[in-house]
């Protein structure tokens, strides 16, 4: 068994020593991890011996360096020889599948990570065990291959734990490389990823709201729409060519600063939370809702259009926040915003 003995932040050493290890084996468990020796023997028990499962246990931190959310799975998956990868990073679980439908593959790995209560070992034998269940069995042995590993993102916590079963939190895929075309860059475009940070902040100041129903659901609307712009631009990047990459840019980088500008303290927060002080407030909140929902209808939409290789439709205008006055000027309101 290999040993990591790189920083947590180094994702490429990370990677390399875990691969590596797993080229001639199914389980690896790092050094340090508690009752290594007992959950190696629960987990040989469980694991297939045919190679089509592979089992990762990594501190909480190894990701730390990750620049997007399951960075380090993808980076796994896209290495090594088996056609599932479960990995748990502490008692956060992930599963790539390219052997199963991606949605039952994340849906199996949630479910026993919630039921079991922070006991990892109990959640990955579970999870081990209806995956194997949840695999068709092949002639031959290796089953259907293809030149794709689906991911799903892992949304944990919260309001955002809750809305993840309500919107199935989407899938990512991506094209198997080989190892000298791997990088470790963020496909996500910097201006797009600017505004999927910004997104991210406001949407723990949504949850910090006590008692309020519309921002627990704003936030949890806030953390799936980012979550969709990150899966887009992945996918575009793995499947599409450079024409429909700059055109989501172009599409996304507008439309998110302005719904953004929408987001900030100084509107929808504080039309939630002193509705007293604005003109019309019902009808301002509904605005900024719609849109939401509206953007992010429209990001699943393309992702659909991605995973069937079809060309990328926009019909989202935003045109009742550009009608308001306080937010025509949106550029200028996301710019201060993302300095404070």
């Given at each position: 068994m290999g040993m990591i003995i790189v920083a947590a932040s180094d994702l490429s050493g990370v990677t390399d020593a875990v691969t590596g290890a797993l080229q001639s084996g199914d389980i690896y468990i790092a050094p340090g991890v508690k009752s290594a020796d007992a959950l190696t023997n629960a987990l040989t028990d469980v694991v297939p011996a045919d190679g089509s499962i592979a089992v990762v246990v990594l501190p909480a931190?190894?990701?730390?360096?990750?620049?997007?959310?399951?960075?380090l799975l993808d980076r796994i998956t896209r290495e090594v020889p088996q056609k599932t990868v479960v990995l748990a990073l502490g008692d956060d679980l992930q599963a790539a599948s390219s052997a199963i439908d991606t949605k039952e593959a994340l849906f199996i790995a949630n479910t026993n990570e919630t039921a079991a209560g922070g006991d990892t070992q109990a959640a990955l034998v579970e999870t081990v065990q209806q995956i194997v269940e949840a695999t068709p069995s092949a002639p031959g042995g290796s089953g259907a291959g293809g030149g794709a590993d689906w991911l799903l993102p892992?949304?944990?916590?919260?309001?955002?734990l809750l809305a993840a079963a309500g919107t199935a939190i989407g899938l990512l895929a991506r094209r198997r490389r080989t190892p000298a075309s791997v990088t470790a860059s963020d496909p996500v475009p910097a201006g797009i990823r600017l505004r999927v940070d910004r997104l991210r902040e406001l949407q723990v100041d949504y949850a910090r709201v006590p008692g309020d129903a519309v921002a627990a659901q704003?936030?949890?609307?806030?953390?799936?729409?980012?979550?969709?712009?990150?899966?887009?631009?992945?996918?575009?990047?793995?499947?599409?060519?450079?024409?429909?990459?700059?055109?989501?840019?172009?599409?996304?980088?507008?439309?998110?600063a302005r719904l953004v500008a929408a987001l900030e303290p100084d509107y929808l927060l504080d039309l939630l939370t002193r509705p007293d002080l604005w003109d019309a407030p019902d009808e301002r909140?509904?605005?900024?809702?719609?849109?939401?929902?509206?953007?992010?209808?429209?990001?699943?939409?393309?992702?659909?259009?991605?995973?069937?290789?079809?060309?990328?439709?926009?019909?989202?205008?935003?045109?009742?926040?550009?009608?308001?006055?306080?937010?025509?000027?949106?550029?200028?309101?996301?710019?201060?915003?993302?300095k404070e």
């Open positions: 931190d190894a990701d730390l360096g990750a620049a997007f959310d399951l960075e892992v949304v944990i916590g919260g309001v955002v704003t936030a949890a609307g806030i953390d799936a729409l980012a979550s969709h712009v990150e899966q887009l631009f992945l996918r575009l990047d793995a499947k599409a060519d450079a024409d429909q990459i700059a055109l989501a840019e172009a599409e996304y980088s507008d439309k998110l909140i509904g605005e900024v809702r719609e849109a939401l929902d509206g953007l992010t209808t429209q990001i699943v939409d393309n992702i659909k259009q991605v995973n069937a290789r079809n060309g990328l439709l926009f019909q989202v205008s935003l045109d009742s926040l550009i009608g308001r006055s306080e937010l025509r000027d949106w550029e200028r309101q996301f710019n201060q915003g993302s």
